[in-house]
């Protein structure tokens, strides 16, 4: 299976329930599954289908926009709106500079399922990440898939 990359923009406050209708459409689309399975979360925090270990996904949300990563191995993804970073982490970068890193660090947490508090401890990025270039205007997105894939975007109007 190629790495599935689900994207949408909707109004702020919407976008857990946003990106869970995309990983429902995305099931649907590319696997033919009509109904979500059953949800729970790994010992780190990681959403995962006990009874489909086959189908390994992650979502992220963030102002409004929702992502949604699909494959067939552990995947962490994250999205960022593109705003000034607080200037005690961004430590001079740019604001683009700032969250490229930091979608990175955290779609490599979430891939791992070491749980967003490993954010406080020093951690390279996984040179496996990928920014996903105009996927959603005004916002980064980074994947970490486990292995090099190819990547196919889709990026959805209302659902």
């Keep these: 299976m190629d ?17 869970r ?10 696997l ?13 925090g990681k959403p995962c289908f006990p009874d489909r270990p086959d189908i ?4 992220s949300h963030s102002h409004g926009a929702a992502v949604c990563a699909l494959h067939h191995l552990p995947v962490g993804i994250d999205v960022e709106r593109l705003r000034t970073p607080p200037k005690r982490l961004a430590g001079g970068m740019t604001d683009e500079a700032f969250f490229r890193l930091w979608t ?3 779609a490599t947490i979430k891939r791992k399922g070491l749980g967003l508090w490993a954010l406080l401890r020093p951690l390279e990025p996984d040179p496996l990440c990928q920014c996903l270039e105009g996927l959603l205007e005004g916002w980064v997105v980074t994947v970490c ?15």
């Design 56 to 59: 390994c996904f992650n979502l």
């Design 145 to 159: 898939p486990s292995e090099a894939a190819e990547i196919r975007q889709v990026t959805v109007g209302t659902i």
């Design 3 to 19: 790495l599935i990359i689900y994207a949408a923009l909707g109004p702020e406050g919407t976008e857990r329930r946003l990106a």
């Design 32 to 44: 033919g599954l009509p109904v979500l399975p059953e949800m729970a979360l790994e010992a780190g």
């Design 104 to 106: 990175a660090k955290e």
């Design 21 to 30: 209708r995309l990983l429902a459409l995305a099931l649907e689309r590319e």
